[in-house]
């Protein structure tokens, strides 16, 4: 029996550029395997605290919608590389999630906000991708794109509340 962070059991599930549309459950499945269970750990203590902090104030309709719109631009980002990659992990979609609930959330002022989105970018900036990474796999740069992807996704449904709040008629 293998493991699931075994690469025989690895190499079926994650993206990877010699798979990308050839098996096209892989756009999907490769959000969702790990390369070990730190890294699985890493990626659901981080979901938990961001669903913990958003959960009344983001409906599950808008999270379906952030996750297949960044799981997308993941994975299209993806396909527009054009090296030998693999991609396997959530954290790319964790900090989109992340990026995406700080702006929405509004218990927080704008200064708290715009403070934590700044950590959040520092703190990508200085997260070292180990060795083993570096060569093949698009962590580094999928963060940042889920990062981004995260703020105009929050940007859009933002002035999509504006916009519902204005031009709603009092009857």
């Known amino acids: 029996m293998m493991l699931p962070f075994e690469d025989g059991w690895q190499h079926h599930w994650r993206l990877s550029s010699a798979a990308f549309f050839s098996e096209p459950w892989r756009l999907i499945s ?23 902090v958003s959960h009344k104030q983001v409906s599950l309709k808008s999270w379906s919608v952030i996750s297949v719109y960044l799981i997308a631009l993941i994975d299209c ?15 790319s979609l964790v900090i ?6 700080i702006l929405v959330v509004s218990q927080y002022s704008r200064l708290i906000q715009v403070v934590t989105l700044i ?4 703190a990508l900036l200085f997260t070292k991708t180990p060795d083993y990474l570096i060569q ?8 940042w794109v889920a990062f981004t992807g995260g703020i105009l996704g929050a940007i859009v449904l ?10 709603v008629k009092i009857a």
């Open 96 to 101: 989109g999630w992340c990026s995406f609930g």
């Open 136 to 143: 093949y796999s698009g962590a580094t740069t999928q963060h």
């Open 119 to 122: 950590c959040l970018g520092v």
């Open 30 to 52: 490769a959000h969702f395997t790990h390369l070990n269970y730190m890294h699985a750990f890493t990626n659901c203590i981080g979901m938990v605290c961001i669903f913990v």
């Open 77 to 91: 980002s993806l396909y527009l590389r054009s090296d030998n990659w693999f991609y396997s992990g959530s954290s």
């Open 158 to 167: 933002l002035a999509i509340r504006h916009w519902n709040a204005k031009h």
